[in-house]
């Protein structure tokens, strides 16, 4: 087994982050818990201690620069040299082409893609010196189009092509890349979703299962133990690969 067991979440207080984080832990990672408001992240760092696991919180947004290079440090620092990123933070803000606002654009670009860019700036030296790493990105079934999402639906398209050449530019120094693309997950923003329409929760979810091949829909877990997988020693062979987690196909 590698000896560099220190991973970062992002978004990790609550939701998919909150149970990848929890998930990586059991498997025995130190887990920086990464969140916009570092109390946030409370519950999440309380349920991996409680487990017996290690896990540190920090207050950071991941589309400010300066705040991501003191929170890595932080993390390297109080828990040891990050090798395992998971780029989950995200948001929507969701409307037809015609009333999308260009702060709407802006602000879901900027925490999916440069986000998502910033961190792994920021953490890949630690995984070159090491010889080794693991980033996964959170992309969606969005990615494929959805209407009312021209934001998200890009952004998540976006990451696709920064998983596929990032895992090109690293490989070479023992860190894989690749993505998890959900399709509708049980969380807080699916929830907003069905707000925003007007439609009852469990009524959103029963439709949504009812298209869906498995029959159901989709737990933050069944995402943290994708990403479980490709941060496995044994998965250093599988790099640059989109793996859609939505109880079916898609292409
Ligand atoms: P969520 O809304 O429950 O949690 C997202 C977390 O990200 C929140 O704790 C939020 O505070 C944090 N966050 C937002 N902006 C941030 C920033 N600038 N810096 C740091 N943290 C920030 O969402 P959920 O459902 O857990 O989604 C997690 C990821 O999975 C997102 O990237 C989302 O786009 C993606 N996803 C979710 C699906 C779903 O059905 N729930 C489907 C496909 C993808």
Redesign the pocket.
Known sequence: MTQHRTAIV??A?????AAIARRLAADGFAVAV???DET?CASTVDAITASGGHAFAVG????DEQAVAAAVARVATELDAPTVLIN?????RDNLLFKLSADDWDSVMN??LR?SFLMSRAVQSHMVDAGWGRIVN?S???ALGNRGQANYSAA?AGLQGFTKTLSIELGRFGVTVNAV?????E????AATAARMGVDFDDFKKAAAAAIPVNRVGQ?EDVAATVSFFVRDEAGFVSGQVLYVAGGPRD
């Open positions: 992002t978004g207080a609550r939701g998919i982050g990464l969140d916009l946030a950071v947004d991941v589309a989950n933070a995200g948001i929507t925490v999916h986000g959170l969606s079934v969005s998540k693309a959900p399709g509708f997950i969380s807080d923003m699916t933050p």
